[in-house]
Structures are given as C-alpha cells and as structure tokens.
C-alpha cells in the first residue's frame, strides 16, 4: 500500500536530500532549479527528470540559457514506499540521481555507482 504524505512534507524531504550534497559539489550545481509535480504526464511511473544541458555538455551557446530543471514526482515515489523510511531513501536516491545527470553521468555509470 503505498504511503500516504502530505506534500509539504514531500518537499520538506526534497529538500533535505538536496542539503546531503557535499558542499563542493553544491557549489557547482549552475542554473537548475528542482521541482515537485504529481505526475510525469507521459510516464506515470517515472520517479525524476532532468532536462537541459549536462555541465559536461555546456559550451559558449549556453550563455542566457534559461534554467535546466530536476522534477521529482512525488505520487510515483510514494507508489513504490511502504514506509516513510522508505520515502526518505527513495527521495534521496531519486534527487542524486537527477542531479548526477546535470554533472554528465548517465544511467548507465549510475547503475554501476549503485544509483540506480
């Protein structure tokens, strides 16, 4: 049965995953903001997304560009929970993963980082 959370505290978590990222790394994240929708509108299950261009990707045609976006969607992770220990797993899991896109490592990497 998945769990039931009400949405400020789904934030609340969101953004306590992205405090767990060392302050060095932090630093370095540029022109991304992180969202919280319901839903994926074409992908019900999909738990993130990234969209934009990876730092490793960026050249002089970036300048200006408007912000790169992390979407975490909260329905689809509090399927997958039993608990809201799990939730809190799932969470940080899914925003290091989005966020890795944005440093250039795809799934691939992740999947042998054990972020899958």
Do not use: Q
């Not at 790394?25 to 261009?53: M, Q, T």
């Not at 990876?54 to 970036?62: I, K, Q």
């Not at 992390?70 to 989005?98: K, N, P, Q, S, Y």
């Amino acid at each position: 049965m998945p769990v039931r959370m009400s949405s400020h505290r789904f934030d609340e978590l969101v953004s306590d995953a992205l405090d767990e990222i060392p302050p060095a790394l932090a630093k370095a994240i540029d022109n991304v903001v992180v969202l919280v929708e319901d839903r994926h509108p074409e992908e019900p299950d999909l738990l993130g997304l990234y969209e934009g261009v990876a730092l490793t990707e960026r050249d002089s045609t970036y300048f200006g560009s408007l912000p790169d976006t992390i979407t975490i969607f909260r329905d689809a992770l509090l399927d997958i929970c039993e608990t809201d220990g799990d939730v809190v797993h799932e969470v940080t899991v899914t925003v290091i993963h989005e966020i890795a896109h944005h440093f250039g490592i795809d799934d691939d990497r992740l999947h042998e980082l054990g972020w899958a």
